[in-house]
């Protein structure tokens, strides 16, 4: 039986998750005031519900000026003074989706946060490209890094341009898919490397590419024999979610296995929206992952982590890394310590469903790829017994033998 102690303090355990977690709100939890702005945008464009659940009308009316800014939501002088100084230099776009998801009201808000240019984006701190892309790439477009898996990066574009992202895009470059050609020769590299039988297909973005740009590509790698699985990466369930339409996920569905994972950062972005695109890529069939970025100012909290992860679970996501970021210029102001990584682990295990647990991972600079990393729960361990720490900090040890080996 559990005694009336124990479940004392198991009820402890969540007190002081439960006091806060009604105060972090999900999209869900704010569908009105985003369905105000949502309108409020629409009308200034002078568009419909419609043009609002065509990927091609968000896309093509993505903001990129502070000027359109300041008319679609309150903008301090100094604030758009800001976005312009930074434009010259980085470029930034959002679609007037993931702009309705912005909470005005909130000085902090955590969508503003990773879309809306901050002046801190021209600190100096950190390395232009740390990823080390070019000695892990066999052929142009294809990142290789471990044995059995690879990534094809299919085109540079993206439904927005997030301010924390490792991929900084600098005004005047181009975003362009990947031409035929390129692609070809990497699915070749695929078809020549037998013990290739997992395939990652990226970007940028990988669901800029057109429905039948993905159908080509997906009945290319099908037609590989040693491709076991296929994975998507894409930010668009989150900052463009129309563009997971019934026709896209019919596609999808014809090459089974095909995975995909998205990017959700805060319960901020879960939306009607968000919620609805999950659940058509679900039903269709398809494991859905969440490989969320660690960022100061968004989800560097236990609480705002374990609330996104559950939420994510509620939806059909399930989370699959939390990535320490990477120290690449312009993004300092989203810098944290690896003991904010850890405490968000620390907070996670025991505490909520082991469904909501994702890996933390540092990746390792000059691609030496992904290194996990766990709170220490291991204390000591020697030739006759282990001792541990539990989830509530209390001490347990095992014996450490192996029976077989004994004389
Ligand atoms: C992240 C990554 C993968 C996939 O890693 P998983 O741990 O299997 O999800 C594969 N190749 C490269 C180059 C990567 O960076
Ligand atoms: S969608 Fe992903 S790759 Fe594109 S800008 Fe955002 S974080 Fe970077």
Redesign the pocket.
């Known amino acids: 039986m559990l005694s009336a102690e124990r479940e004392l303090r198991l009820q402890n355990d969540i007190h002081d998750y439960l006091e806060v977690r009604d105060s972090i709100k999900t999209g869900l939890e704010r569908q009105e005031e985003i369905a105000k702005n949502r309108d409020r945008i629409l009308a200034f464009f002078g568009a419909d519900l419609k043009d609002w659940y065509d990927y091609r009308w968000q896309l093509k009316h993505r903001i990129t000026d502070a000027e359109t800014l300041s008319k679609l939501m309150p903008l301090s002088k100094k604030q758009a003074a800001e976005i312009d100084e930074v434009g010259l230099k980085y470029r930034y776009a959002i679609s007037p989706y993931y702009l309705s998801l912005i909470d005005s009201n909130n000085p902090e808000c955590p969508v503003a946060r990773q879309s809306i240019p901050m002046i801190d984006e021209l600190d100096s701190a950190g390395e232009t490209d740390p990823m080390d892309e070019e000695n ?1 790439s066999p052929v142009p477009g294809v ?4 044995p059995d ?3 094809i990066k299919v085109t540079n574009q993206c439904g927005m341009y997030c301010r924390f992202c490792q991929r900084r895009r600098l005004i005047g470059e181009q975003d362009v898919h990947s031409n035929s050609e390129k692609i070809k020769k990497a699915i070749e590299y695929v078809r020549d490397h037998e013990e290739i039988r ?1 395939v ?1 297909i990226t970007g940028g973005d990988a669901f800029m590419l057109s429905d039948q740009a993905i159908d080509n590509l997906l009945a290319d790698l099908r037609s590989i024999k040693h491709v076991e699985i296929i994975r998507f990466g894409t930010r668009t369930p989150v900052t463009l979610p129309q563009r997971i339409t019934p026709e896209l996920v019919s596609i999808l569905k014809k090459y089974h296995p095909v995975y995909v994972n998205t990017h959700f950062n805060s319960p901020a972005e879960i939306s009607d929206e968000s919620k609805a695109a999950c659940e058509r890529l679900a039903d269709a069939g398809i494991p859905l992952g969440n490989q969320m970025v660690l960022l100061n100012g968004v989800n560097n909290k236990p609480h705002i982590v374990k609330k996104l992860n559950q939420s994510l679970l509620s939806i059909r996501v399930k989370p699959y890394y939390i990535f320490h970021p990477k120290a690449i210029r312009g993004t300092s102001h989203f810098w944290c310590s690896i003991e904010e990584g850890l405490d968000v682990m620390e907070s996670l295990r025991g505490y909520t469903s082991g469904m909501a647990i994702p890996t933390y991972i540092v990746n390792g600079t000059g691609g030496l790829g ?1 290194t996990p990393l766990l709170p220490n729960y291991l204390l000591y361990i020697g030739r006759d017994k282990a001792v541990f720490r539990n989830w509530e900090g209390q001490i347990f040890e095992i014996e450490n033998r192996n029976r077989s080996k004994q004389p």
């Open positions: 892990s990142t290789r890094r471990y898996r690879l990534i997992d990652l992904k």
